[in-house]
């Protein structure tokens, strides 16, 4: 039969070859279980090998799926050849110069095998003399929760084969999801307080890895950590930028910080584009044990209470209102500027300050302001910290909330401002005041 006619009549075609070839043969049996978040840019819990070969060799490794009843059940299930292929997914082997260590992400590969949906893939690598290789199964869209595969090496002359060692003696993951109240975008998003975050704390000087996978590779992702004592962090100043992942990437993220002295610190995982909705898995390894809480929402068990609009006319640039508790209330007050419909040269966002005084006047005490009392532009608004008032404070002169912006414009800034509570509060109307 002609090689022609094999094409035209058969879907595919097998051969055959003799392991009996190779003076050398070893061969390495384990159990994986498949990760929730099904991505094949990181290789975080994939088995991986270190072949090192003294004198040099050429290396054959065949990576063997075995077969299950659960699988039988599938094929059955599907009424074509092609639709057996994608619901029993695909592997595929990976090798890299990895000097010995375990590898996390597909990038940089030195052999990247094609995806098969056959239960065998073959790969073949020159290793050089005194060299260390990592070799890694990959797997896309395999069904079931748990396979048993086994990686066998072929080669002229001996290899030292050995399982993959983790640099990192502490793991742990935590599942997450950007949803429509927590997607918040990048650094330079108005919504970017509200992606979620987690604290770690860190008790002695050490190494950590952050990954961050998504279950939607086309999601551009990035994971930082954040010198916040743990806190939500809304405004990121690249001062406290402890480490991150650079550039936003599509599908996963990693972060290698080292060295990172004891403390409280705040990881933030985020999407380039606000409102991108998906689940995560963050994982994070370290040399010592770290613990690791999420952060809860600015909102979480508070009264938000949303004050009027507020409008600053040309030439004024203090605004304040009255505030009245019933009783010891922790309070924060959030200040945000919208941008849309400004005219091209107006374009730019007022500066602003928000603060909590007693009483006006020259007696008047500070009581709290946001940003230590400087002026910002942040594009997430500005905050103060939590504050106690109690209600004997609304005598002698009460209490205000003061919005300040630098600079005046042509026309008006309208400022949106927000009172997060722990039980109800009493604002006034704005008003205008020199303090």
Not at 21 to 28: I, P, S, V
Not at 147 to 160: A, D, I, K, V
Not at 382 to 396: A, G, H, K, L, P
Request: with cysteine.
């Amino acid at each position: 039969m002609a090689f022609e006619d094999v094409i035209q009549n058969y879907e595919s075609l097998y051969l055959n070859w003799n392991p009996g070839l190779f003076r050398y043969r070893q061969d390495h049996h384990l159990s994986w279980t498949i990760p929730h978040v099904n991505n094949i840019g990181t290789f975080t819990q994939n088995p991986q090998y270190v072949v090192l070969s003294v004198k040099g060799e050429t290396v054959w490794v065949l990576l063997s799926r075995h077969f299950t009843t659960e699988e039988h059940d599938i094929a059955l299930g599907s009424s074509t050849q092609s639709m057996v292929s994608k619901s029993l997914g695909f592997i595929s082997l990976y090798v890299f110069d990895a000097s010995g260590h375990r590898v996390y992400l597909s990038d940089g590969a030195l052999h990247r095998g094609a995806y098969v949906d056959s239960p065998q893939t073959l790969a073949r690598f020159e290793l050089p003399a005194n060299t260390s290789y990592t070799v890694v199964a990959a797997q896309q869209n395999l069904p079931l929760p748990k396979y048993s595969f086994s990686f066998s090496f072929f080669s002229r002359s001996p290899l030292t084969i050995s399982s993959a060692p983790d640099s990192h003696t502490f793991s742990t993951s935590h599942p997450g999801s950007w949803t429509t109240l927590s997607a918040g975008g990048n650094a330079s998003s108005p919504s970017f307080p509200s992606n979620p975050q987690f604290s770690i704390t860190v008790t002695e000087p050490t190494d950590i890895m952050l990954v961050l996978e998504v279950d939607k590779e086309d999601i551009a992702v990035h994971v930082t950590m954040i010198w916040a004592s743990g806190q939500r962090v809304t405004v990121i100043n690249s001062r406290d930028i402890v480490g991150g992942s650079g550039d936003y990437r599509r599908g996963c993220a990693l972060a290698e910080l080292h060295n990172i002295a004891a403390g409280k610190y705040t990881i933030v995982c985020s999407t380039f584009q606000a409102g991108e909705i998906g689940n995560f898995t963050l994982r994070v390894k370290s040399s010592s044990k770290c613990e690791i809480r999420p952060v809860l929402a600015e909102t979480a068990g508070r009264l938000v209470a949303k004050l009027p609009t507020l409008v600053f006319q040309n030439g004024i640039d203090r605004m304040l209102a009255p505030i009245t508790v019933a009783r010891l209330t922790r309070l924060r007050f959030v200040a945000k500027t919208r941008m849309e419909n400004r005219p091209p040269p107006t374009i730019s966002r007022p500066s602003l300050r928000v603060s909590i005084e007693k009483g006006q006047g020259p007696n008047k005490i500070l009581l709290e302001s946001s940003n230590e009392g400087e002026f910002s532009d942040a594009a997430a608004g500005i905050r103060t910290r939590d504050i106690d008032i109690s209600s004997e404070m609304n005598r002698m002169g009460g209490i205000w909330v003061v919005v300040e912006r630098l600079g005046g414009r042509l026309g008006f800034d309208e400022v949106f401002v927000e009172a997060l509570s722990d039980s109800k509060v009493e604002i006034g109307v704005w008003g205008t005041g020199d303090g």
